[in-house]
């Protein structure tokens, strides 16, 4: 997100999601989108099926790439190299678009010097990935004027994730495909409402609208909105407000979140819990963090409140209210006025409606939404709509780069903060499955999904299990500096020889036990796709018992 | 619509028509409503069901309009005694091996045929045709059945999973009247490429593919419960779903039975659904929903409270660290998860009450 308001000025896809079906080319990386994005991967299949170019790098092998023109299975971490490289193939074969550089970019001096190194024959030493397929694969996106790069968070869960995104927007400013339809560079956002939380200002440098908390004239603005003096100071990133609990941070408030299952390194995390003054949480389900909490509000879940949801195309879509919360739990708005008010705010909102009047009148990218504009329109509206005269915003940068000049940030590689070594030898990345979400909160409660996907498991490459004498659906402890887990053994050619890879739903197998807390140094996103690690198999002894094979269904392409 | 090509008269009334449409397309713009079984407009045309077959002048055949392009200069008529004749006749032969009541049969999803064929007034009476079509009844899946004596082989289902969602798990098996939706050695659909989005339950037109989740399966017909259009909660997609509501249902409270898609076309999700957003909603109900305010007492454990004293003592708590260890001692995690007016309320808490801008959403990139 940071990345591209630095290089676009948004951090939003570009493009619409009914775009994506009339590309001809697609560059998918670090995006398992059939199944984290499943109607997004429908749309993908529409274009690949009307004779779109399908490019997919990644470094496990995933439903797309059994039908992409390529597979670029780099090594994890080492997406800037394979970046770099296409970028320098597409300046030393002269594809570069001068004229849209020229006239709407600012920065490409420096780039040429950056790249002279990343020759794909380096590339393809560090990558894994062959020299001539990133030829192949850079030329054809130069060449395709309607050719679209989706990423997620295989691009973004790094210590060097903003690197990442600088890399994908040098490749796209620099042969122009950005500014029309099914063209440009599209983040697809993981939750029902990351872009919306964003948005509205849950963000310690930004208010509504991605206006800084430290611009005077912002503060201002808002001091007079709300009538008391606010603070200049950017607050903490996620990152750093989880390594500091228990240390200068004392008392918490968690809406919707269970942090000790979601978040990186969560033994350390424990340990600052239990330091902390007071903990607040606000959920719909008990989960794991409520042992810790000091009170624990009942929440009202999406079918019981009314409500905006703005998705990965920033389109700000009605959530709306059809039965009522159980006991006596109460929609989150309801609770937050409260407990606001209870602080001693004077907190006048009647409902959502006003609310997001008042977050929408103070915001100039969403002063022209809605809820009556959003009824009217029929179909949610895309921002930027600045007024009640737009229609909202179906792709990006038309009339030019909202940021004025689209901004060249010539990167070098990092490696990641935990490679595999002797101890560790094995590279672990963490990832979502198509039958669960997240935490599993709710989909573990679901009558079918865990029937379909009941256990956690990891995937490991026949070669590496062989080494290791365990066969599949044997129970195997995944180890790393930081801890433990016990789950079942899947092997498969899915991943690569060195690398292995965990969803990340389960409670009883925490991955998150065993990832690591380094953050990028701009988002402070934790690198949960790299870090080393090792398998062991467990003595039939150790072994949980009761569970039966037939039970194990976890959806690989490449079982042996 | 991409350039005009050419003019074709229907029903009449000239029309313009661009590349690529059918007959169909452009009847349907005029507002002329040619029925159809078959038809769905995220898939290439079948021709299978007949019912939309229409008259084009010179033409001694009726033709499918759903795959029939539109000409320049064409005469088509959509409706008159020899069509209509055709569509009663066809469709009281569908139902000769079809539940015979409309209420019987809809005891789930709307059926299209009973539908269509009440408004055609066709033969309700003919002798019934014993069915030959096999099921599948051994399929342990906890989400998808097939109900055989429904299916009228029009192969949406079938269709749909091959050309839109791309997995071919299902497919036409069998021939002329046993002709029936399968898999591969009629495995179950766990064993198949499936991936179980329940779009063949959203296309099909008589409930032929049906769910049998558990709430599904024990609630009213769907014609009487209460469609919400409203946004999916789980990926950054927005699908649009509609949630079923049966009102009656936890002491008037409604409950949430089943969850439909809407039209195809309808943005962002052009009507389709994964298996998330068709049949995880039964979390909704769960016993294990926090119903009570919860507040840790002196003994350590967690004990139920009235709303009142539970933010009393949440607000207390929050504002005691603030004055032991400032302001910046605070962290405010909001949630990708909860709606834009949640996080703007989370923020302006934080900067407004309690003075700080450590507030963060949990998704974070």
Request: hydrophobic residues 35%; proline residues 5%; aromatic residues 8%.
């Given at each position: 997100?940071?990345?591209?308001?630095?290089?676009?000025?948004?951090?939003?896809m570009?493009?619409?999601?009914?775009?994506?079906?009339?590309?001809?080319?697609?560059?998918?990386?670090?995006?398992?989108?059939?199944?984290a994005?499943?109607?997004?991967?429908?749309?993908?299949?529409?274009?690949?099926?009307?004779?779109?170019?399908?490019?997919?790098?990644?470094p496990?092998?995933?439903?797309l790439s059994t039908?992409?023109?390529?597979?670029?299975?780099?090594?994890p971490?080492?997406?800037?190299?394979?970046?770099?490289?296409?970028?320098?193939?597409i300046?030393t074969?002269?594809?570069?678009?001068?004229?849209?550089?020229?006239?709407?970019?600012?920065?490409?001096?420096?780039?040429?010097?950056v790249?002279?190194k990343y020759?794909?024959?380096e590339?393809?030493?560090?990558t894994g990935?062959?020299?001539?397929e990133?030829?192949?694969?850079?030329?054809?996106?130069?060449?395709?004027?309607?050719?679209?790069?989706?990423?997620?968070?295989?691009?973004?869960?790094?210590?060097?994730?903003?690197d990442n995104?600088?890399?994908?927007?040098?490749?796209v400013?620099?042969?122009?495909?950005?500014g029309d339809?099914s063209?440009g560079?599209?983040?697809?956002?993981?939750?029902?409402?990351?872009?919306?939380?964003?948005d509205?200002?849950?963000?310690?440098i930004?208010?509504p609208?991605?206006?800084?908390?430290?611009?005077?004239?912002?503060?201002?603005?808002?001091?007079?909105?709300?009538?008391?003096p606010?603070?200049?100071e950017?607050?903490?990133?996620?990152?750093e407000?989880?390594?500091?609990?228990?240390k200068?941070?004392?008392?918490?408030?968690?809406m919707g979140?269970d942090?000790?299952i979601?978040?990186?390194?969560?033994?350390?995390?424990?340990?600052?819990?239990?330091?902390?003054?007071?903990?607040?949480?606000?959920?719909?389900?008990p989960?794991?963090?409520?042992?810790f909490?000091?009170v624990?509000f009942?929440?009202?879940c999406?079918?019981?409140k009314?409500g905006v949801?703005?998705?990965?195309?920033?389109?700000?879509?009605?959530?709306?209210?059809?039965?009522?919360?159980p006991?006596?739990a109460?929609?989150?708005?309801?609770?937050?006025?409260d407990l606001a008010?209870?602080a001693?705010?004077?907190?006048?909102?009647?409902?959502?409606?006003?609310?997001?009047?008042?977050?929408?009148?103070?915001?100039p990218?969403?002063?022209?939404i809605?809820?009556?504009?959003i009824?009217?329109?029929?179909?949610?509206?895309?921002?930027?709509?600045?007024d009640?005269?737009?229609?909202?915003t179906?792709?990006?940068h038309?009339?030019?780069?909202?940021?004025?000049?689209?901004?060249?940030?010539?990167v070098?590689y990092?490696?990641?903060k935990?490679l595999?070594?002797?101890?560790?030898?094995?590279?672990?990345?963490?990832?979502?499955?198509l039958?669960?979400?997240n935490?599993?909160?709710q989909?573990?409660?679901?009558?079918?999904l865990?029937?379909?996907?009941?256990?956690?498991?990891?995937?490991?490459?026949?070669?590496?299990?062989g080494?290791?004498?365990?066969?599949d659906?044997d129970?195997v402890?995944?180890?790393?500096?930081?801890?433990?887990?016990?789950?079942r053994?899947?092997?498969?050619?899915q991943?690569?020889?060195g690398?292995?890879?965990m969803?990340?739903?389960?409670g009883?197998?925490?991955?998150?036990?065993?990832?690591?807390?380094?953050?990028?140094?701009?988002?402070g996103?934790?690198?949960?796709?790299?870090c080393?690690?090792?398998?062991?198999?467990?003595?039939s002894e150790?072994?949980?018992?009761?569970?039966?094979?037939?039970?194990?269904?976890?959806?690989?392409?490449?079982?042996e | 619509?991409?350039a005009k090509?050419?003019?074709?008269?229907?029903?009449?009334?000239k029309?313009?028509?661009?590349?690529?449409?059918t007959?169909?397309?452009v009847?349907?713009?005029?507002?002329?409503?040619?029925?159809t079984?078959?038809?769905?407009?995220?898939?290439?045309?079948a021709?299978?069901?007949?019912?939309c077959?229409?008259?084009?002048?010179?033409?001694?055949?009726?033709?499918p309009?759903?795959?029939?392009p539109?000409?320049?200069?064409?005469k088509v008529?959509t409706a008159?005694?020899?069509?209509d004749k055709h569509?009663?006749?066809?469709?009281g032969?569908?139902?000769t091996?079809?539940p015979?009541?409309?209420?019987d049969?809809?005891?789930?999803?709307?059926?299209?045929?009973?539908?269509?064929?009440a408004n055609?007034?066709?033969?309700?009476?003919?002798t019934p045709?014993p069915?030959?079509?096999?099921?599948?009844?051994e399929d342990?899946?906890?989400?998808?059945?097939f109900r055989?004596d429904?299916c009228?082989?029009?192969?949406?289902?079938t269709?749909?999973c091959?050309?839109?969602?791309?997995?071919?798990?299902?497919t036409l098996?069998?021939?002329?009247?046993?002709t029936t939706?399968?898999?591969?050695?009629?495995?179950?659909?766990?064993?198949?490429?499936?991936?179980?989005c329940?779009?063949?339950?959203?296309?099909?037109?008589?409930?032929?593919m049906?769910?049998?989740?558990?709430?599904?399966?024990?609630?009213?017909?769907?014609r009487?419960?209460?469609k919400?259009?409203?946004?999916?909660?789980y990926?950054?997609v927005?699908?649009?779903?509609?949630?079923?509501?049966?009102t009656?249902?936890?002491?008037?409270?409604?409950q949430?039975?089943?969850?439909?898609?809407?039209?195809?076309?309808?943005?962002?999700?052009?009507?389709?659904?994964?298996?998330?957003?068709?049949?995880?909603?039964?979390?909704?109900?769960?016993?294990?929903r926090l119903?009570?305010?919860?507040?840790?007492?002196?003994?350590?454990e967690?004990?139920?409270?009235?709303?009142?004293?539970?933010?009393?003592?949440?607000?207390?708590?929050?504002?005691?660290?603030?004055?032991?260890h400032?302001?910046?001692?605070?962290a405010?995690?909001?949630?990708?998860?909860c709606t834009?007016?949640?996080?703007?309320?989370v923020?302006?808490?934080?900067?407004?009450?309690?003075?700080?801008?450590?507030?963060?959403?949990?998704?974070?990139t």
């Open positions: 997100m940071a990345g591209l308001v630095a290089t676009f000025g948004a951090g939003a570009t493009n619409s999601i009914g775009e994506i079906r009339d590309a001809d080319l697609l560059f998918v990386i670090g995006s398992n989108t059939t199944e994005h499943p109607i997004i991967g429908m749309e993908m299949k529409q274009a690949v099926k009307r004779g779109a170019k399908l490019i997919v790098a990644d496990r092998s995933i439903w039908i992409a023109n390529w597979h670029l299975k780099l090594k971490g080492t997406d800037v190299w394979l970046l770099n490289a296409m970028a320098n193939v300046l074969e002269g594809l570069v678009d001068e004229e849209f550089i020229a006239q709407n970019t600012e920065g490409f001096e420096a780039l040429p010097e790249l002279a020759t794909p024959e590339a393809e030493r560090v990935v062959p020299a001539a990133i030829r192949e694969t850079a030329l054809e996106y130069a060449k395709t004027r309607k050719a679209a790069i989706c990423y997620t968070l295989g691009i973004t869960e790094h210590s060097h994730g903003t995104v600088y890399a994908l927007s040098n490749l400013l620099m042969t122009g495909h950005l339809a063209m560079l599209n983040p697809l956002r993981g939750q029902n409402n990351v872009q919306g939380a964003n509205t200002g849950a963000t310690p930004f208010y609208g991605y206006q800084r908390v430290d611009d005077p004239e912002v503060q201002a603005k808002y001091e007079d909105a709300w009538g008391v606010l603070s200049p950017p607050g903490l990133n996620l990152n407000m989880m390594k500091e609990t228990g200068s941070i004392r008392g918490l408030f968690v979140e942090i000790v979601s978040e990186p390194n969560v033994s350390r995390l424990e340990e600052g819990l239990n330091k902390v003054d007071f903990l607040v949480l606000q959920d719909i389900f989960n794991e963090t409520t042992r909490a000091d624990i009942p929440a009202a999406f079918a019981e009314d949801f703005v998705n990965s195309e920033r389109r700000m879509q009605r959530v709306r209210k059809a039965v009522e919360p006991g006596q109460r929609a989150d708005w309801e609770i937050l006025l008010r209870a001693g705010a004077s907190f006048k909102h009647e409902g959502p409606r006003d609310i997001f009047a008042e977050m929408a009148r103070h915001a990218k969403f002063a022209g809605s809820y009556e504009r009824e009217e329109l029929g179909h949610g509206i895309q921002w930027p709509c600045s009640d005269d737009s229609a909202g179906t792709y990006l038309e009339g030019g780069i909202l940021r004025g000049k689209g901004l060249f940030e010539p070098e990092r490696p990641s935990e595999a070594d002797d101890e560790y030898p094995l590279v672990l990345s963490t990832g979502r499955t039958y669960h979400y935490a599993a909160t989909t573990r409660r679901a009558a079918g865990p029937v379909k996907q009941p256990e956690a498991y990891i995937e490991l490459h026949p070669r590496d299990a080494r290791r004498s365990i066969e659906g129970w402890d995944v180890l790393t500096r930081r801890g433990k887990i016990r789950c053994a899947l092997i498969s050619k991943v690569q020889r690398c292995i890879w969803p990340f739903h389960f009883e197998a925490r991955a998150n036990l065993l990832t690591v807390d380094e953050g990028d140094e701009v988002t996103t934790a690198e949960y796709k790299v080393a690690a090792e398998v062991r198999r467990v003595t150790l072994a949980p018992k009761g569970e039966g094979q037939e039970a194990f269904y976890p959806g690989s392409y490449y079982r | 619509m991409i090509t050419g003019e074709v008269t229907v029903d009449g009334v029309v313009e028509f661009g590349q690529g449409e007959l169909l397309d009847s349907n713009r005029l507002g002329r409503h040619v029925p079984l078959c038809h769905d407009e995220r898939l290439a045309p021709g299978a069901c007949r019912t077959l229409v008259e084009v002048e010179g033409v001694r055949r009726m033709v309009a759903c795959r029939t539109a000409s320049d200069g064409q008529t008159n005694e020899r069509i569509r009663r006749l066809l469709l032969l569908y139902l091996d079809h015979a009541g409309r209420s049969c809809e005891d789930g999803a709307p059926c299209e045929l009973h539908a269509m064929a055609y007034e066709a033969p309700t009476d003919w045709i069915l030959t079509r096999a099921g599948r009844s342990v899946n906890p989400y998808i059945q055989e429904r009228i082989a029009c192969a949406r289902c269709r749909y091959d050309e839109v969602e791309g997995v071919n798990a299902i098996a069998g021939r002329g009247a046993a939706i399968s898999t591969v050695d009629s495995e179950g659909l766990f064993d198949t490429t499936c991936e179980l329940g779009g063949c339950v959203a296309v099909c037109p008589t409930g032929a049906a769910e049998k989740m558990p709430l599904t399966a024990g609630a009213p017909p769907e009487e419960l209460q919400v259009r409203t946004t999916c909660n990926c950054g927005g699908c649009q779903m509609d949630l079923n509501v049966d009656q249902a936890s002491d008037g409270k409604g949430v039975v089943k969850i439909t898609s809407p039209p195809p076309g309808t943005p962002p999700s052009d009507g389709n659904l994964c298996v998330k957003g068709r049949f995880a909603y039964d979390f909704v109900d769960h016993p294990d119903k009570v305010p919860l507040i840790r007492r002196e003994d350590g967690l004990h139920e409270a009235s709303w009142e004293e539970a933010l009393e003592f949440a607000a207390k708590g929050l504002l005691r660290v603030q004055q032991d400032g302001k910046d001692a605070l405010f995690v909001s949630s990708s998860r834009a007016e949640e996080n703007y309320l923020q302006k808490m934080a900067r407004v009450a309690f003075g700080t801008n450590n507030v963060h959403q949990c998704a974070a």
